[in-house]
């Protein structure tokens, strides 16, 4: 028997019991979910600081790809169940464009109970699963490849703040011995592949499930260990044999989340990382041969990565009370714990990896601000002087890992908000950065084979159908298409009653269309054009032509085609523009563009159906932009600086905006007007219980329109008689799969 604490934290008329997971409001307990307890506690925990949409994301969801939606949604949850201060404020304030606060005054304490301490559960192996498994090779030519050289600056991502002791055993059995070298860490990364030379990519599918968590691939890349997410909170621990793709069960289910795995440079143990809901991360370490998990050291931010003779590792701590991200050495046995380097707040420090001469360390730098201010840096491992790798700016950074020669390292990235993440090589001599794979999937976690011939990667895809709703009368909503994925988000109404659609098949993004019951469906443009098409479809309302975004030339513009796929002409040739839209005469089409003026700002502008000079239409933060059926307005998303996240009604000229709505959510909705032009539909982005909503343009109240039990919506529209809504919703899966062939970029 010990003593153990009960920890709670005090406000207004709530009551949070840390230790139990409950939250009280004058002693009865309200009801959430425990994502959007995992919100509250992490913006209490850090009261009267901002807290950043990227490291509450990774606070909440540290091994899961969620969009920034889902993070919104739980905000929205936690305003209605806490209501307002006694002075009429929300408890959670919006800082526009760098995240959320605690306001309210705050009180925390313990109160010490004796506890039982509880025997570590029994480890079990299950029987062998086979992994289902396939290979594809996609082909296609060179000019597609984005290669990059620019002067070199400094920046990155996230720092994650202190938590609580976690203490965990688990033990574990025997299993058959690993090989040789490699590391990994947690994190999460749109078109087709690409290769240089050869130009085909080799891609084998390992798991079929759809939860995988966290992944490593041996040094001698004969066996995976990876993460299985059960529940929300619980998780267990896999090895699979690559030869024979069986798998086993290595460390029983156990309510923990567990991340960053790293295989010794000898191969014979698994590091990872595990912890429990908000308490810190520990480092763990499980011996190839079997037995009992040891606990090595706490605080353990990231992925470990170890030195070419496997006597240290290097990893990140944030220190808050010194507002610093910070890398850390220590022995191979936890002890001996040094610092190397320090990133002054806001910026931040991902994942390290160390090369395998031993002289340097890579890892991501950067600000937690959703703009384009990530970049890579190398530390010297032996006194810790910081280089810029590369000028090349990202959005997002997740892992990285060094080719053998030590003269690249391979990361997962992307560039634009609306760009998938994808696998990249950056040359350390050069800092050229060219992107590797280039598809509709987003890739998440990366760890690379002794030799350098193999990527294991984590793939995220969307699993979605259409439903067709009738209007005012949501209960009746019907699924019209039935398999696992395909519809990747935006649909349009043809003026006959059809429907194009994003579509992804073989791996490779398309446009195809169908009739209203989900039947005859053709494809219009694929992988046989060779080229990158990404969607983002709309209709002209004459008939004549299909408006989308494509990436064919490297830079994602705005295209046209026939209704039957045929006659393509590129209309606009600016960077980043995405989200057409037709005006209802047929002669314009507006979209989102975004400037390139040290923050990257998303603004509206138009392009003749025929091309020619764009012409800019606003000026504010604004995105996604829908034309109102009379021709006569433009709905985009909107931010201002005083204004958190909302919805601005614009002329069809541009200028300033006319009337401007708050929304239920948070960041860029997608946009639809009904067919009279008098509301707006939106979505509220959520990753759970997907809901649309009506807003009246004449203004008032938004009115919930449909809610459905499950899955988010990814893209809906209007028919043009206004009777039926067509909606694309489901899920997100993640699965990992080997790449190979990659490996000749020069």
């Excluded at 139990?20 to 994502?35: C, F, M, W, Y």
């Excluded at 390292?409 to 800092?431: D, F, H, I, S």
């Excluded at 025929?610 to 995105?623: A, I, K, R, V």
């Excluded at 919805?647 to 069809?652: G, K, N, R, S, V």
Aim: glycine residues 8%; proline residues 5%.
């Amino acid at each position: 028997m010990s003593n153990s604490s009960k920890h709670f934290y005090d406000f207004d008329r709530f009551r949070i019991d840390a230790t139990e997971r409950v939250l009280l409001s004058d002693g009865e307990i309200v009801t959430l979910t425990q994502k959007a307890f995992d919100v509250l506690l992490a913006l209490v925990e850090r009261r009267g600081q901002i807290v950043s949409k990227e490291e509450l994301m990774e606070l909440v969801w540290p091994d899961t790809f969620v969009e920034e939606g889902n993070l919104s949604q739980n905000i929205y949850t936690l305003r209605k169940a806490l209501g307002q201060t006694n002075d009429g404020q929300d408890f959670i304030k919006t800082i526009p464009k760098r995240g959320y606060r605690f306001v309210s005054t705050v009180s925390e304490h313990k109160e010490f109970q004796p506890e039982v301490i509880p025997e570590s559960p029994a480890a079990r192996i299950l029987p062998s699963k086979p992994a289902a498994s396939n290979s594809v090779v996609v082909q296609f030519p060179r000019e597609h490849r984005a290669t990059v050289r620019q002067p070199v600056e400094e920046s990155w991502r996230h720092s994650i703040s202190r938590h609580k002791v976690l203490v965990v055993t688990l033990a574990v059995l025997f299993l058959g011995s690993v090989g040789s070298l490699i590391w990994l860490g947690n994190s999460s990364g749109w078109n087709l592949f690409t290769n240089n030379s050869t130009g085909k990519l080799t891609l084998t599918n390992l798991t079929t499930t759809g939860n995988v968590a966290s992944s490593a691939i041996s040094p001698d890349g004969k066996f995976v260990a990876y993460a299985v997410t059960e529940t929300p909170q619980r998780s267990s621990l896999w090895l699979m044999q690559l030869a024979s793709l069986n798998a086993q069960q290595i460390v029983a289910p156990a309510e923990l989340q567990y991340h960053a795995m790293t295989f010794s440079p000898d191969g014979q143990f698994i590091y990872y990382v595990a912890r429990e809901s908000q308490s810190p991360r520990t480092l763990f370490k499980v011996s190839a041969l079997g037995g009992a998990s040891k606990k090595l050291l706490d605080d353990v931010q990231t992925a470990i990565s170890f030195s070419p003779d496997g006597s240290r590792f290097v990893f990140r701590r944030a220190i808050d009370d010194r507002r610093e991200a910070v890398l850390f050495i220590a022995n191979a046995d936890g002890s001996g714990v040094k610092e190397l380097a320090a990133i002054k707040y806001p910026e931040g420090i991902g994942d390290p990896a160390w090369s395998p001469d031993g002289k340097l360390i890579a890892c991501a730098v950067g600000q937690p601000d959703g703009n384009a201010n990530n970049s890579v840096i190398a530390v010297r491992a032996d006194d810790g002087a910081i280089k810029p790798m590369s000028a090349q700016r990202f959005r997002w950074i997740g892992q990285l890992a060094w080719l053998p020669d030590s003269s690249a390292v391979m990361l997962v990235a992307n560039q634009e908000p609306t760009q998938t993440r994808q696998v990249w090589r950056l040359n350390y001599a050069t800092g050229e950065v060219r992107r590797v794979t280039n598809d509709s999937n987003t890739y998440n976690r990366l760890s690379l084979s002794a030799d350098g011939k193999t990527i294991l990667a984590s793939q995220i895809k969307q699993v979605t159908n259409v439903w067709m709703i009738p209007r005012n009368e949501p209960q009746r909503a019907q699924q019209i298409t039935f398999g696992a994925g395909g519809y990747r988000g935006r649909l349009a109404w043809t003026p006959d009653g059809r429907i194009v659609f994003d579509s992804e098949a073989a791996n490779a993004a398309t446009i195809s269309v169908m009739n209203a019951d989900g039947s005859n469906q053709k494809l219009l443009l694929g992988e046989q054009s060779n080229k990158a098409y990404t969607g983002r479809v709309h209709v002209s309302p004459n008939g004549r032509y299909i408006v989308f975004a494509s990436e064919a030339t490297g830079t994602r513009n705005i295209w046209r085609m026939n209704m039957d796929g045929g006659n393509l002409m590129q209309l606009t040739n600016g960077d980043g523009e995405d989200s057409p839209y037709c005006s209802p005469d047929g002669r314009w089409v507006v979209y989102t563009r975004l400037e390139r003026k040290g923050i990257d700002r998303p603004t509206i502008w138009r392009v003749s159906i025929d091309g020619g000079e764009p012409q800019q239409l606003t000026h504010e933060f604004t995105s996604s932009p829908a034309v109102s059926p009379d021709g006569k307005w433009i709905a985009c998303g909107y931010s201002a600086p005083n204004m958190p996240w909302g919805i601005a009604l614009y002329t069809f000229d541009g200028g300033a905006p006319i009337k401007t709505f708050s929304h239920n959510a948070e960041g860029f909705p997608l946009i639809r007007w009904t067919h009279d032009s008098r509301f707006l539909t939106y979505d509220d982005n959520p990753i759970g219980p997907a809901k649309l909503w009506l807003q009246p343009v004449e203004g008032g109240e938004p009115k919930l329109l449909t809610e459905f039990a499950s899955d988010r919506i990814f893209g809906f529209d209007w028919s043009p008689d206004g009777e039926r809504l067509a909606v694309v919703r489901g899920l997100w899966a993640t699965n990992i799969v080997l790449i190979k062939d990659f490996d000749d970029f020069d």
